[in-house]
């Protein structure tokens, strides 16, 4: 795929998981110290992104897009995993929830490595290449169902799962 | 001359003898050199005995027509004299036997004629070659009609060291119209046009003035001479260590293709010719494709097949969700799906970089679930990975929107007129006051799903204005705001 192509999905997706957590969760209404801590993380934050974007040059715009890029996927696998541990019993998160915790992982981790990739592409550090394993199909595939697999577990309702599950295979094929 | 330079046991090189294909032999090339100023000054004579305009004009006396211009054989003098008469307005159509040339005529702005008839003429040394009968016969009948429509033709056509082929004939010339011109720059070599004589201007019976000057490059002397000394002193400077890479050390290399191809005489033993290069390889005819049967029932079966998979799926989902939070949370995610596409798909391609900065900075709303992790934490750990997922997002966020400022700032132009974007900043200012005022005073709970709805509006903004020149910096600073109400009604 496309780098661009790849960067536009997974922007979409993260883009929409986000969305839904945001609407999940409602507004926060904090004290004043988490409103302080919350400040001067994103204090600190703003800082490097100031600093780093003034100093890049034109011609390494694109990699620098996908280097950032790579942040927001371990930002959003590090904010579902926190979700998941927040939560006093785990298995009673409602499903809406737990689906959200669950796919912003995985897309998530999906967009730190395939961002990570996208940057060593541009910057000349790794091949730009399109890498054709012969297997490669059977091995998306075989990632896929255990993406899929893995979340029926999370989820904890074999049955609907297996049903998703039989869903998605015959839509891929 | 030859024969008293071998008796002088002399070393000559001839300066018209560069092989014509090496582009680097192009610097010291004297025949190119020339042939170019050969070709502006035809056109300037022409200019000189031509009653009327190069180019068309409507003035208040009347109307004139442009002029139309043939120019036959388009080598280094034949792509001058189109320039030349481009640049003085004319209509110019070209013709050469080479069809490769036909590139490079447009690219000047010329017309490329072409015979009906397959011929290829690209001969040894970048030189034509000489061609069949059945395509002169097609060629004449070409270049008839053109003369009985253009106002002044130039010809170049030359085959080296034969006579000039006869391109336009004394009956052509005869069915041209009264103070027409014809300059024949190959009229050293026996001429092109048949009412040519050479060194003079002859005018036919029905007031066709033909040229047949061959000092050309001379009558214009300062630029002709500055061109021929700098092809004498480059090709010196090249001689040497152009293959041996050894500076500073002048000698004659005949594994030097130019060096060989111009070398006449050598320590009285004569040299010359050189061994041509091979003419380019004919073209291979291309295999005559099968008819193909067009499948018209294909497209629809796939789009029946996609439809139903998407009615089934949407469908299915219906089948699994388990509460109203869920389908209502479906709905959301399909119809943002729809704005998505529907945002980015008119993207000019100038502008994929920049989209991708402020969508990846827009995704920074990762912060977002950061900030309710930090805010509702339970454990260090959970804090940790809150706070992490906060400044990351924040960086991504910060420095993105800078990263797509830049690269949009790589689009403008000196000579843009000036922007005011910085007075989108007060609407902002002024919102964020107001939903501030209305959430601390907590009379109105219902503000801050109207400020998340707002937020979402102006990054679907963003990214939609992005799609082109012309708002791609208002979407920017959509994405801006869109982003700092989303912290503020987070917060």
Redesign the interface.
């Known amino acids: 795929m496309h780098v661009?192509q790849f960067?536009?999905l997974k922007?979409?997706l993260?883009?929409?998981i986000?969305?839904?957590?945001?609407?999940?969760?409602?507004?926060?209404h904090?004290d004043f110290g988490?409103?302080a801590?919350?400040a001067g993380?994103?204090g600190?934050?703003?800082i490097?992104?100031?600093y780093?974007?003034?100093r890049?040059e034109?011609t390494s715009?694109?990699q620098?897009?996908a280097a950032?890029?790579s942040?927001?996927g371990?930002?959003?696998s590090?904010?579902?995993?926190?979700?998941y541990?927040?939560a006093?019993v785990a298995s009673e998160l409602?499903?809406?929830h737990l689906?959200s915790i669950y796919l912003?992982t995985v897309i998530?981790s999906v967009t730190c490595t395939g961002s990570l990739v996208a940057f060593g592409k541009l910057d000349g550090r790794l091949g730009s290449a399109p890498m054709a394993h012969p297997a490669r199909d059977k091995i998306n595939m075989g990632l896929g169902a255990a993406t899929l697999g893995a979340g029926a577990i999370v989820m904890g309702a074999p049955g609907?799962s297996v049903?998703?599950l039989f869903?998605c295979v015959w839509?891929v094929q | 001359m030859v024969k008293q330079l071998e008796d002088q046991k002399s070393t000559a090189f001839a300066m018209d003898c560069i092989p014509r294909t090496l582009s680097r032999g192009q610097t010291y090339d004297a025949l190119s050199s020339q042939a170019n100023i050969t070709g502006y000054r035809a056109v300037v004579e022409a200019s000189n005995e031509f009653g009327r305009f190069f180019a068309g004009q409507m003035t208040a006396a009347g109307k004139v027509a442009p002029a139309k211009v043939l120019v036959v054989g388009t080598g280094v003098a034949g792509l001058a004299a189109i320039q030349t008469a481009k640049n003085m307005g004319a209509i110019v159509r070209a013709f050469d036997v080479r069809p490769v040339t036909k590139e490079q005529v447009e690219a000047m702005g010329g017309q490329f004629l072409e015979v009906d008839y397959e011929e290829d003429g690209s001969g040894a040394g970048g030189y034509a070659k000489e061609m069949s009968k059945e395509w002169h016969a097609a060629a004449a009948k070409m270049l008839g009609k053109q003369c009985e429509e253009v106002d002044i033709v130039i010809t170049t056509a030359a085959i080296p060291g034969r006579k000039a082929p006869l391109m336009i004939t004394k009956e052509m010339v005869s069915k041209m119209k009264s103070g027409s011109v014809t300059v024949d720059l190959a009229a050293e070599s026996g001429g092109n046009i048949g009412t040519t004589v050479k060194d003079e201007k002859f005018i036919t019976d029905n007031g066709v003035k033909c040229l047949g000057y061959t000092d050309l490059a001379s009558r214009l002397p300062t630029t002709s001479s500055s061109l021929y000394s700098n092809n004498i002193s480059k090709f010196l400077l090249s001689m040497g260590p152009q293959t041996t890479k050894v500076k500073d050390y002048m000698y004659i290399d005949h594994e030097d293709d130019a060096v060989r191809g111009m070398l006449t005489v050598e320590n009285g033993k004569l040299m010359w010719p050189a061994p041509l290069p091979p003419p380019p390889p004919p073209k291979k005819e291309a295999a005559e494709a099968a008819p193909v049967e067009i499948d018209y029932r294909a497209p629809y079966v796939v789009g029946a097949k996609q439809a139903g998979?998407l009615g089934?799926?949407v469908l299915?989902m219906g089948?699994?969700a388990?509460?109203p939070?869920?389908s209502a949370?479906f709905t959301?995610?399909a119809l943002?799906?729809i704005i998505?596409v529907q945002v980015?798909l008119g993207v000019t391609h100038a502008l994929?970089?920049p989209l991708?900065?402020v969508?990846?900075?827009?995704?920074?709303?990762?912060?977002?679930?950061?900030?309710?992790?930090?805010?509702?934490?339970?454990?260090a750990?959970?804090t940790t990975?809150?706070?992490?997922?906060?400044?990351?997002?924040?960086?991504?966020?910060?420095?993105?929107?800078?990263?797509t400022k830049?690269?949009l700032d790589?689009f403008k132009r000196p000579d843009d007129p000036p922007e005011y974007y910085h007075l989108y900043g007060i609407p902002a200012a002024g919102t964020m006051a107001f939903y501030t005022a209305g959430s601390m005073s907590g009379h109105v709970p219902e503000i801050?799903s109207a400020a998340?709805t707002l937020a979402?509006l102006l990054?679907i903004g963003g990214i939609g204005g992005l799609s082109s020149q012309s708002t791609a910096r208002l979407g920017a600073a959509s994405g801006q705001a869109g982003v700092a109400l989303?912290?503020a009604?987070?917060?």
Request: net charge negative; hydrophobic share 50%.
């Open positions: 661009l960067d536009l922007h979409c993260v883009t929409h986000f969305l839904l957590i945001q609407t999940h969760s409602g507004h926060l904090p988490t409103s801590k919350i993380l994103m600190v934050g703003g490097a992104g100031k780093i974007g003034d890049v034109p715009l694109p620098t897009v950032f890029h942040l927001v371990i930002a959003a590090a904010a579902a995993l926190g979700d541990a927040n006093p409602d499903k809406v689906a912003a998530g609907k049903l998703v869903c839509f | 998979y089934a799926s299915g089948c699994i388990p509460d939070a869920f949370m959301t995610f943002s799906n998505g980015v994929h970089s991708m900065a969508t990846n900075a827009i995704s920074g709303t990762t912060a977002l679930g950061g900030m309710h992790l930090v805010a509702h934490s339970e454990s750990g959970v990975l809150g706070a992490l997922a906060t400044t990351l997002s924040t960086v991504n966020i910060v420095g993105g929107f800078i990263v830049k690269m790589m801050d998340g979402g990054c989303a912290v009604s987070t917060l």
